[in-house]
């Protein structure tokens, strides 16, 4: 083997290793590290004119983060978490199905799966009430808010894989007509078996909730408490979600299957951008929100974080696969087309590294095309689809935000991290999740695509 080649996967698995060991930010340093190894001392090309960087996925995070930010501020965000609280507190029984419910809903509509910490203390109050152990409801609707992000319209994942699948074939609203409804009934079937295999012990018959209870550290059973919200509120969510109407309905009217707009003024992803940016500036006068604490919202700044993670790493990645697509093609490409599956498994695992959906569908899905030879053949293209749900593994280690999140919230002590790195209360219930989601992918796919 050549050894510049051996090297530059070296600098591959390393950088992918250093962007998960310093998280967040570090994810899109690491990617501009990679990109300095690759070109200056490995001689890889960039690309000419920036065309190996994901401008135009940078770009659509940055208008729709803009958006939601503003309809943070406005109090559009806490108007729908009181909304998706009413609902669990009004329907104790069902929390199981109800949590994963209401936290799949939220990322659909917000296209962030920042909305799910709001839930996390209400589904272990609605839980305690039950007497049920919030280690069943808990784990679950943490895993159903990152595969939403695969069935978002508005989210960074769903726009880089639409700009991937464009190009082979699949439009926008094909893309979305198969993820929804799959990752949404992957997820019910997931957690019909957690409820299943779920003890029966009830929560007060647990011995560790029992000594936590003696050592005085469970909070009693509160009573709903919902601020005050803005007058805006509501007004700005109705806003929002017009414009993301706006964005499918532009997206599918444009698309080549549909064709009601043959030249179109704008193309999907300006449209998208555009439609954005009017959704903020409409939110900003219509409920009078204050444009400069826009910044300072926990969605602005997550939402930067992850826009400059996709930057690096994805940049990096595209410059090592177009610099290697024929060397793909013979090592993985007849094996993937022999079977499909296997594709769905290399992403799940990679996404519990790359910590994000979108940076995962951007670095690793043009390695699928090229190893399959998509681009000549896009016959298989539907595969892509069938698998996108296993981009989110990111609860793999149990160190994503949003697991450790989940566990500090649960005052009873039964979400756990665990003492062996994968046996802690995520890995089945979302290991299930995915591979639903992904079954039910397989089915349906290649039936309607």
Same mark, same amino acid.
């Given at each position: 083997?050549?050894?510049?080649?051996?090297?530059?996967?070296?600098?591959?698995? &390393?950088?992918?290793?250093?962007?998960?060991?310093?998280?967040?930010?570090?994810?899109?340093?690491?990617?501009?590290?990679?990109?300095?190894?690759?070109?200056?001392?490995?001689?890889?090309?960039?690309?000419?004119?920036?065309?190996?960087?994901?401008?135009?996925?940078?770009?659509?995070?940055?208008?729709?983060?803009?958006?939601?930010?503003?309809?943070?501020?406005?109090?559009?965000?806490?108007?729908?978490?009181?909304?998706?609280?009413?609902?669990?507190?009004?329907?104790?029984?069902?929390?199981?199905?109800?949590?994963?419910?209401?936290?799949?809903?939220?990322?659909?509509?917000?296209?962030?799966?920042?909305?799910?910490?709001?839930?996390?203390?209400?589904?272990?109050?609605?839980?305690?009430?039950?007497?049920?152990?919030?280690?069943?409801? #808990?784990?679950?609707?943490?895993?159903?808010?990152?595969?939403?992000?695969?069935?978002?319209?508005?989210?960074?994942?769903?726009?880089?894989?639409?700009?991937?699948?464009?190009?082979?074939?699949?439009?926008?609203?094909?893309?979305?007509?198969?993820?929804?409804?799959?990752?949404?009934?992957?997820?019910?079937?997931?957690?019909?078996?957690?409820?299943?295999?779920?003890?029966?012990?009830?929560?007060?018959?647990?011995?560790?909730?029992?000594?936590?209870?003696?050592?005085?550290?469970?909070?009693?059973?509160?009573?709903?408490?919902?601020?005050?919200?803005?007058?805006?509120?509501?007004?700005?969510?109705?806003?929002?979600?017009?414009?993301?109407?706006?964005?499918?309905?532009?997206?599918?009217?444009?698309?080549?299957?549909?064709?009601?707009?043959?030249?179109?003024?704008?193309?999907?992803?300006?449209?998208?951008?555009?439609?954005?940016?009017?959704?903020?500036?409409?939110?900003?006068?219509?409920?009078?929100?204050?444009?400069?604490?826009?910044?300072?919202?926990?969605?602005?700044?997550?939402?930067?974080?992850?826009?400059?993670?996709?930057?690096?790493?994805?940049?990096?990645?595209?410059?090592?696969?177009?610099?290697?697509?024929?060397?793909?093609?013979?090592?993985?490409?007849?094996?993937?087309?022999?079977?499909?599956?296997?594709?769905?498994?290399?992403?799940?695992?990679?996404?519990?590294?790359?910590?994000?959906?979108?940076?995962?569908?951007?670095?690793?899905?043009?390695?699928?095309?090229?190893?399959?030879?998509?681009?000549?053949?896009?016959?298989?293209?539907?595969? #892509?689809?069938?698998?996108?749900?296993?981009?989110?593994?990111?609860?793999?280690?149990?160190?994503?935000?949003?697991?450790? &999140?989940?566990?500090?919230?649960?005052?009873?002590?039964?979400?756990?991290?665990?003492?062996?790195?994968?046996?802690?209360?995520?890995?089945?219930?979302?290991?299930?999740?995915?591979?639903?989601?992904?079954?039910?992918?397989?089915?349906?796919?290649?039936?309607?695509?």
């Amino acid at each position: 083997m050549d050894p510049m080649l051996i090297l530059q996967i070296i600098v591959l698995f &390393g950088i992918i290793f250093l962007g998960s060991r310093l998280g967040g930010l570090g994810v899109g340093y690491a990617g501009g590290l990679g990109v300095v190894l690759l070109c200056i001392f490995l001689k890889m090309s960039p690309g000419e004119a920036f065309s190996y960087m994901p401008l135009d996925v940078v770009l659509i995070i940055a208008a729709v983060i803009s958006a939601i930010s503003a309809m943070q501020i406005a109090g559009g965000l806490d108007y729908m978490v009181q909304v998706a609280e009413k609902i669990l507190r009004n329907n104790p029984k069902y929390i199981t199905y109800l949590a994963p419910t209401v936290t799949f809903i939220l990322t659909l509509l917000a296209g962030t799966g920042h909305t799910a910490f709001s839930m996390f203390p209400v589904i272990v109050e609605v839980a305690k009430s039950q007497n049920i152990k919030p280690s069943v409801p #808990l784990p679950i609707a943490a895993v159903s808010s990152q595969i939403a992000i695969t069935a978002s319209p508005v989210s960074a994942a769903v726009v880089a894989m639409s700009g991937l699948l464009e190009p082979l074939g699949i439009s926008y609203g094909g893309l979305l007509a198969i993820s929804i409804p799959t990752a949404f009934f992957g997820i019910m079937i997931a957690a019909f078996c957690v409820n299943l295999m779920s003890k029966r012990t009830a929560l007060s018959e647990d011995p560790g909730y029992q000594e936590r209870v003696a050592a005085g550290v469970v909070a009693d059973i509160k009573s709903a408490e919902y601020k005050e919200l803005p007058k805006g509120a509501k007004l700005s969510v109705a806003i929002f979600l017009i414009g993301v109407l706006c964005v499918v309905m532009y997206a599918l009217a444009i698309s080549k299957n549909v064709g009601l707009i043959e030249k179109p003024p704008l193309a999907r992803d300006q449209g998208i951008i555009s439609i954005m940016f009017t959704v903020g500036v409409l939110i900003v006068i219509c409920c009078k929100v204050d444009t400069a604490k826009i910044p300072e919202g926990s969605v602005f700044k997550s939402g930067m974080v992850a826009l400059l993670c996709v930057l690096g790493i994805a940049w990096f990645g595209t410059i090592f696969v177009n610099g290697h697509v024929e060397e793909i093609k013979a090592i993985a490409g007849d094996t993937i087309k022999a079977k499909p599956f296997i594709l769905a498994i290399v992403l799940f695992f990679a996404s519990s590294l790359l910590y994000s959906q979108a940076v995962t569908t951007r670095v690793m899905m043009p390695i699928a095309i090229a190893a399959m030879g998509l681009e000549a053949d896009p016959s298989q293209a539907w595969v #892509l689809v069938a698998s996108f749900a296993a981009v989110s593994g990111l609860f793999i280690l149990p160190t994503y935000p949003t697991v450790l &999140g989940a566990v500090a919230m649960d005052d009873t002590g039964t979400t756990k991290i665990g003492k062996y790195i994968f046996d802690h209360s995520f890995i089945i219930p979302g290991t299930l999740a995915v591979f639903f989601s992904c079954l039910l992918g397989f089915i349906f796919a290649p039936m309607f695509l």
